[in-house]
């Protein structure tokens, strides 16, 4: 990230405004394209009627703190899918301007994005989790990224060909921006999603990125858009291929015990529930990154 001059209000407002269309636009997006899978899943494995997605708006308890949309899916295929977007605004606390570009010298922020988690009822179809983001301080970027979270031992590999194809995946958007570095935001990703009080990795990465300002918003937001829009058609297509396969009930056991590694990171180390808890976000989207169903034995 870049320490830019200060930009105008005319020019900033603008890309707020742009920033939020597009969230939206992906949010809809992805909406249509999991319930489209939801309602093509074979109804031998997963009978009963396809879910939809219900939507419901949330206000922060502050004045002119804006809030968000969260969207929620309980289906035959996804178990618990929840995609939401958020605009909101306020003052950082002194802890986190301190750590916040251009906090330390006004801890006004405004912050926008979407953020994505779904959770499968096969086993043998891997959750995974996304988010893209806008943030402006007395300085503005993005961040975001995707990771795929298999909940079976055999597929948490590299060469795993879920891995292989979401990798190929988060890469393209990166190899088609010169502003991305995909080799450095595949490091962050996995560095970020460790569980370090297990020493082990969330699952199998993808990119993550932060404070994202090569000094072109125009690159930074198209790179942005197409991390999103490569996210939706390589998880498209993993789901797609998986949902036909059967599961055994010692595969579900040990997805449900594995998604407690989930849980330990979101609630240990995760920034952005951190983030959102702290600047009085809406706690059920918030926490609604948790799986249905889970087991510590």
Partial sequence: ?????????????????????????????????????????????????????????????????????????????????????????????????????????????????????????????????????????????????GDLTPTLTEQRTQDNPDAIAFHAGMRAPCDAHPVADYDRYKDWCDEYFHLHHRDEPRGTGGIFYDRHNSGSFEEDFAFTQDVGRAFLSTYSAIARGRMAEPWTDAEREEQLILRGRYVEFNLLWDRGTTFGLKTGGNVATILSSMPPVVKWP
Avoid at 42 to 70: A, H, I, M, Q, S
Avoid at 101 to 117: C, Q, T
């Fill in 1 to 145: 990230m870049i320490d830019a001059p200060a930009i105008d209000d005319r020019v900033i407002n603008d890309r707020k405004a742009r920033a939020c269309a597009w969230f939206r636009t992906l949010r809809d997006q992805i909406c249509a394209e999991f319930e489209a899978i939801e309602r093509d899943a074979p109804t031998d494995l997963y009978p009963g009627e396809p879910g939809t997605f219900e939507f419901t708006d949330w206000e922060r308890k502050v004045e002119n703190g804006g809030g968000g949309t969260g969207g929620m899916l309980r289906g035959r295929f996804f178990e618990k899918c929840g995609v939401h977007i958020s605009v909101v605004q306020g003052e950082f606390t002194p802890e986190m301007a301190a750590k916040t570009p251009g906090a330390d010298k006004d801890p006004r922020f405004w912050a926008a994005g979407v953020s994505l988690i779904a959770h499968m009822r096969n086993p043998r179809v891997p959750a995974v989790h996304m988010n893209t983001r806008y943030i402006v301080t007395t300085q503005d970027w993005f961040g975001g990224g």
